[in-house]
């Protein structure tokens, strides 16, 4: 029943977001007990990590390695943001662009003032690192890379990588 699918997971987002305390022995049959699942389920969300929540729900999005050619992955990453109505800021970073899809462009990721929830990075290897090291002088805590050229490469990738991820961690 959609019950038991509620509960089992609810049960997997506790141990995820390491709720263990939780009670999941909860049988709905009034709509105080679907009010109370409610607040509960916004405990959750409230009370998740920051990291983890800038995560899932950022306010803010800087997506690095923006792009105006349609089909590339920083196009259309930035399209996919656009037609899905994101509500937060989104904060693209293209050296070579003012605008994007009706977004402002900043020139580089400490022109932007404000702060900065969700990085994603879409750029070639050689400026990832880089990259990184300037959004956590940002103090961005949470991160998605999309490119190529790091441990699928050889030894040379795997150790920049893993460096990479040290500095994240």
Same mark, same amino acid.
């Given at each position: 029943?959609?019950?038991?699918?509620?509960?089992?997971?609810?049960?997997? @987002?506790?141990? %995820?977001?390491?709720?263990?305390?939780?009670?999941?022995?909860?049988?709905? @049959?009034?709509?105080? $007990?679907?009010?109370?699942?409610?607040?509960?389920?916004?405990?959750?969300?409230?009370?998740?990590?920051?990291?983890?929540?800038?995560?899932?729900?950022?306010?803010?999005?800087?997506? &690095?390695?923006?792009? +105006?050619?349609?089909?590339?992955?920083?196009?259309?990453? %930035?399209?996919?943001?656009?037609?899905? +109505?994101?509500?937060?800021?989104?904060?693209?970073?293209?050296?070579?662009? $003012?605008?994007? %899809?009706?977004?402002?462009?900043?020139?580089?990721?400490? +022109?932007? $003032?404000?702060?900065?929830?969700?990085?994603?990075?879409?750029?070639?290897?050689?400026? &990832?690192?880089?990259?990184?090291?300037?959004? %956590?002088?940002?103090? &961005?805590?949470?991160?998605?890379?999309?490119?190529?050229?790091?441990? $699928?490469?050889?030894?040379?990738?795997?150790?920049?990588?893993?460096?990479? @991820?040290?500095?994240?961690?």
């Amino acid at each position: 029943s959609s019950f038991f699918r509620l509960r089992d997971t609810l049960k997997r @987002v506790s141990i %995820l977001f390491h709720f263990p305390k939780l009670s999941w022995s909860i049988i709905i @049959v009034s709509s105080a $007990e679907i009010l109370f699942l409610h607040i509960l389920i916004q405990k959750i969300v409230f009370d998740m990590s920051e990291t983890i929540k800038n995560f899932f729900y950022p306010k803010t999005l800087c997506v &690095v390695g923006a792009s +105006s050619k349609p089909l590339s992955i920083g196009y259309e990453i %930035l399209n996919t943001i656009r037609k899905y +109505s994101y509500q937060g800021t989104v904060f693209p970073v293209n050296p070579k662009a $003012e605008e994007v %899809l009706g977004y402002k462009c900043f020139p580089s990721i400490t +022109s932007i $003032e404000s702060a900065i929830d969700l990085a994603v990075l879409v750029v070639p290897k050689q400026f &990832v690192e880089s990259s990184i090291d300037e959004l %956590l002088q940002k103090n &961005v805590k949470s991160f998605i890379v999309i490119t190529a050229g790091f441990k $699928e490469t050889g030894d040379e990738g795997e150790k920049i990588e893993q460096r990479i @991820v040290e500095k994240i961690k």
